[in-house]
Nanobody, 122 residues
Framework: QVQLVESGGGLVQAGGSLRLSCAAS????????MGWFRQAPGKEREFAAA????????NYADSVKGRFTISIDNAKNTVYLQMNNLKPEDTAVYYC???????????????WGQGTQVTVSS
């Protein structure tokens, strides 16, 4: 199993930026595909971004493409989500996720962190 701890959430005005971090631990970390999901109040959890362990493959939800960037630092076992030009509709709890492959990850069958709140004011 892999353990995930998110940080970096907070309150920001529309148009601002935040960077989320996800620190991973566990012997099997090196085998996992990593990603970020988010869940807004009253809505289902949705996929935001994913990255391969090598960092060579990334994919994004259309709603965040061009504004969010996912990256990975294998030396630190940490995944980041840089969020720019934030909008009020980005307000959600953001969860880090890990799964053996991108298909499993995007289906939501993953290991999860506890989440970090991001609030964007208008």
């Amino acid at each position: 199993q892999v353990q995930l701890v998110e940080s970096g959430g907070g309150l920001v005005q529309a148009g601002g930026s935040l960077r989320l971090s996800c620190a991973a631990s566990g012997r099997t970390f090196s085998t996992y595909f990593m990603g970020w999901f988010r869940q807004a109040p009253g809505k289902e959890r949705e996929f935001a971004a994913a990255i391969s362990r090598s960092g060579g493959n990334t994919n994004y939800a259309d709603s965040v493409k061009g504004r969010f960037t996912i990256s990975i630092d294998n030396a630190k076992n940490t995944v980041y989500l840089q969020m720019n030009n934030l909008k009020p509709e980005d307000t959600a709890v953001y969860y880090c996720a890990a799964a053996p492959n991108v298909f499993t990850l995007r289906s939501g069958n993953a290991s999860w962190g506890q989440g970090t709140q991001v609030t964007v004011s208008s």
